[in-house]
Structure formats: C-alpha cells, structure tokens
C-alpha cells in the first residue's frame, strides 16, 4: 500500500511570512495526526484529527497556526505568520482509526521548515 | 498528560555489542508502548511494540520489556550492525491512539562502530 505522502520537502521562509504544508494520509486510514519535531528532540503533537473532526488541539498554538481536513482525507497544516523557532520537522501520521487497540502510527518523510 | 523520559541521549557501541535504551513514563493509565527508529531525512518507522497485558516481546535482534509497577520499559538490540545506526524514540499511550495521542521521549542516537 502508499504510504503517508507529505509535500513540499523541504521550505525556507523569512519570519513573519506564511507557509502550509500538505498530507495525503494512507487510504482509508480515518486518523491524521500532525506532528512538530524540533531538532534533536523527539515529535510533539499539534493536532489529532479523526475524519474531518478535531479530536485533540490543546497543544496547537492557535494564534498562529491552523489545521484542517475538510473531507476527511488528506489535510493542510498552515502557520501565519512564522516565527524562527517554528524551524522544525513536520510530521504527519495516520491510523485505521480509532477502535479497542492501540496502533503504532505511520508517517510521512515530513517537511522540514527553516525560518530565517 | 503523560510524560515519557528516555535515556541516554546518546549510545556508541561496537558491531556485535548490545544496546539498550529505558524510558519511563508517568501515567498509570498508558498501556501501549511502541519503539521508532528514524533515520536521517525520513520520518520514524515503528520497529517493535508492547502492550500492558505482557512484559516482553522480541522480534529477532530486538526485544522490548515493560516494567508497568515501574512505569519503565526498555529496547535491547543485539548482535548490533552498522545499519542499526539511528535515532530511536520510545513512546506511550493507551487504551485507544485513535482517542489518545502518542507520547514522544527525546530520543537516543545510537551509534555501531565498525
């Protein structure tokens, strides 16, 4: 099967510009997460959709990001505008969805984003 | 929320040697545990996973034990191999990661020498 496919790879934006990013999750995979994965560190959630429906946002810096997935399949990740330390890996990963067992996720090769 | 703590940070071990990397995590309530391997440039790949009704697991070189008195689990790689040369993140979660994110720990760039 297809993975996670993610675009663009790589995008370098001066502060204060704005930037989104694109997720295309496995087929018929009903969750989405996003992740930000800053250098050296290990990924941190932004946000957990399951379908077109926000399931958890709490740690989504809403000021000046957002995150939607109109048809409940693949999904855009914007942030406007950008700060440097929003340079960071972005991750996206997708579940069959939710059930009574915990699935290990599969993710894209990310978008890595550096702000100068 | 859950807290996951992974150490060390950093392990250099040579060809054929062990590795083992702990985590410790905070909430009772997590019983789902997996390991993810990342490459440079790539996004983590899973490798190995546990869950809270056994304490361990192994999948030919890689073993994984769970401690849930503890709150701590634990990744064994043996016979290492230059390829096996990566960064590896623990997580948690549980019952559900369609209800409940995963939980990262920092990391630990694991290093096989030759």
């Known amino acids: 099967e297809a993975g996670v496919a993610q675009s663009p790879r790589y995008k370098i934006i001066e502060k204060r510009q704005s930037v989104a990013f694109w997720c295309n999750p496995i087929s018929g995979h009903a969750t989405l997460y996003w992740y930000q994965q800053i250098l050296g560190q290990g990924p941190k959630l932004l946000i957990q959709f399951q379908n077109n429906g926000v399931v958890d946002d709490s740690q989504l810096p809403k000021d000046r990001f957002s995150a939607e997935r109109l048809k409940g399949v693949d999904s855009t990740l914007k942030i406007q505008p950008a700060k440097l330390e929003d340079s960071a890996v972005y991750l996206c990963?997708?579940?069959?969805?939710?059930?009574?067992?915990?699935?290990?996720?599969?993710f894209g090769s990310g978008t890595r984003l550096t702000v100068v | 929320g859950e807290n996951v703590e992974q150490h060390p940070s950093t392990l250099s071990v040579q060809e054929g040697d062990s590795a083992v990397i702990k985590c410790t995590y905070s909430?009772?309530?997590?019983?789902?545990f997996p390991w993810y391997k990342q490459e440079l440039g790539k996004g983590p790949q899973l490798i190995i996973d546990?869950?809270?009704?056994?304490g361990e697991k192994k999948d030919q070189r890689i073993a994984v034990t769970l401690n849930k008195t503890a709150k701590h689990f634990s990744l064994h790689i043996t016979e290492t191999q230059p390829e096996d040369s990566a960064v590896y993140f623990c997580?948690?979660?549980?019952?559900?990661?369609?209800?409940?994110?995963?939980?990262f720990g920092s990391g630990t760039r694991l290093q096989v020498q030759p």
């Open positions: 909430d009772s309530a997590s019983n789902y």
């Open positions: 990963a997708s579940i069959p969805g939710q059930g009574r067992l915990s699935y290990g996720y599969t």
């Open positions: 546990i869950r809270s009704n056994v």
């Open positions: 997580a948690a979660s549980g019952p559900d990661t369609g209800r409940r994110a995963l939980t």
